[in-house]
């Protein structure tokens, strides 16, 4: 068995942050006892707690320990809102690192309400510009100025990787903006899709408003395959889909860039579950799972996923937002005793070979 050490980053945060966390590195630790992956976990901290202690909510020192890593896991942290104050840290590292593409993706799940059976759709988001360029000012007492800006280039990057997701899936394509209305930023981002789309001649696309978008969602939600567009209507059509299947408690993201990715739940640090080891920690477990996939340890990927979704089915370790009163912590010790179950099972099927 080769193995390869991989550097990863992990960053607790704050709220549920660290008991989310915890719960999952239950099962990063169970994998590396089952398949040839090996990981050096370096933490740090971050978030709005750093701000008394060091100034800033992302400590220099754990900005230079990022660097010396491959990708890191996030854990959520609270935004302070004030103006003023500092921006967000995820925003933050997907500047720094030039995270260009934010991969959400909403599937239904068994033990899981959701909206339809079925579902199955990857939402891309621009992830470093638009809205979230956070360029605002007030020109004047009570005028407030925000600068949405869209480039041809950040445009191309990502609509070329939402054609590579969907040309590996179902070949459907979905663009989502409001050109009738934002003619100028909104028709630069359009017509880069439609200029990269000229590669995949084989991908079906489909042009949709973000109004009727967010309708299409709740309609039609099994007829979606990949999505993209840009930051701030990809940040809200996110948010929507992980609802239709099921909830913040099982939704994750990655973000990534061509030579980092970041790797975070899409919830925040829900302050009123705060050391209650009451809230779900697949949305995280699912985070990493995508890690791993972008490590290139898809085996191990495909572990986590199959033994999330063999919990899930049992039914028997349910968390509150799925009905049942599971502690986080039993949801990172069920998901992790899977994956060392389901890998014995499958060694004594290859040791006794067939009659
Ligand atoms: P939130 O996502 O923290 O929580 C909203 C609600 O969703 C919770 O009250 C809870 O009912 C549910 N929920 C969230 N995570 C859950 C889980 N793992 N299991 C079960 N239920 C879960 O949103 P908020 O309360 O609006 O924001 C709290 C703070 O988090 C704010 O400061 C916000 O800026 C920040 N935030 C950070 C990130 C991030 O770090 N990427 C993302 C969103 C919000």
Known sequence: ?????????????????????????????AIQKVEPVRLEYLKGEAGAYCIEKYGTNLPKQTLEMLKKTEACLKGPMTTPEEPGSPRSVAVTLRSIFDLYANVRPSRTLPNVASLKPGIDMIIVRENTEGLYAGKEFEAAPGVGI??????????????????????????????????????????????????????????QLEDLHIDIATAQ???RPESF?????????????????????????VAA???????????????????????????????TIEAVKMML?????????????KATVRVLEEGKVLTYDLGGTSKTSDMGKAIAEKVTQMASTSARQIAAPAD
Do not use: C, W
Not at 149 to 164: G, M, N
Not at 266 to 275: D, E, I, L, R
């Open 1 to 29: 068995m080769s193995t390869k050490t991989h550097k990863i980053g992990i960053l607790p945060g704050e709220g549920i942050g660290p008991e989310v966390v915890d719960a999952t590195l239950m099962v990063l630790d």
């Open 146 to 203: 925000a600068m949405r800006i869209i480039t041809k280039a950040a445009s191309e990057r990502v609509a070329k990787f939402a054609l590579e997701l969907a040309a590996n899936r179902r070949n459907r394509l979905t663009y989502v903006h409001k050109g009738n209305i934002l003619k100028i930023t909104d028709g630069i981002f359009k017509q880069a899709v439609l200029d990269m789309s000229r590669a995949y001649p084989d991908i």
């Open 217 to 219: 969602l709740i309609k």
């Open 225 to 249: 395959d990949i999505v993209v567009t840009t930051n701030l209507f990809g940040d809200i059509l996110s948010d929507e889909a992980a609802q239709v299947v099921g909830g913040l408690g």
């Open 253 to 283: 993201g990655a973000n990534i860039g061509d030579h980092y990715g970041m790797f975070e739940p899409v919830h925040g640090s829900a302050p009123k579950y705060t050391g209650q080891n009451k809230v779900n920690p697949i949305a």
């Open 293 to 305: 996939e972008y490590l290139g340890e898809k085996k191990a990927a495909d572990r986590v996923g």
